[in-house]
């Protein structure tokens, strides 16, 4: 994708209640991996802040009031606005990502 170690990525988080860390964390690539999907699964939640709710609600920008807009037509398709909308679509990753290979 956007920082070409795969054409196509899934990743899974699991939570359980009470627990502010992660589970497990799984990456799927889809057999379209430049990369062991087990590298990102161990050096992924180190990049969102441990990958805590709290880290990923904020690295996304989550508790500004800019998702109601989605709610008309989706967000397919649609570029990031200047207050931030649509931002769960960054790539601010890339670089990062790129490191690991």
Not at 8 to 25: D, M, N
Not at 29 to 34: M, N, Q, S
Not at 73 to 85: M, T
Request: hydrophobic share 40%.
């Amino acid at each position: 994708m956007a920082a070409g170690l795969a054409d196509r990525c899934t990743i899974q988080i699991s939570y359980a209640i009470g627990v502010s860390k992660p589970l497990s964390v799984h990456v799927d690539l889809h057999g379209t991996g430049k990369i062991d999907p087990a590298v990102l699964e161990e050096k992924l939640p180190a990049m969102i802040g441990g990958a805590t709710p709290r880290a990923i609600r904020e690295h996304l920008g989550l508790n500004k009031p800019i998702y109601a807009r989605t709610t008309a037509y989706g967000h397919f398709g649609r570029e990031p606005d200047a207050d931030g909308g649509f931002g769960w679509e960054k790539v601010d990753l890339v670089d990062r990502l790129r490191a690991l290979v």
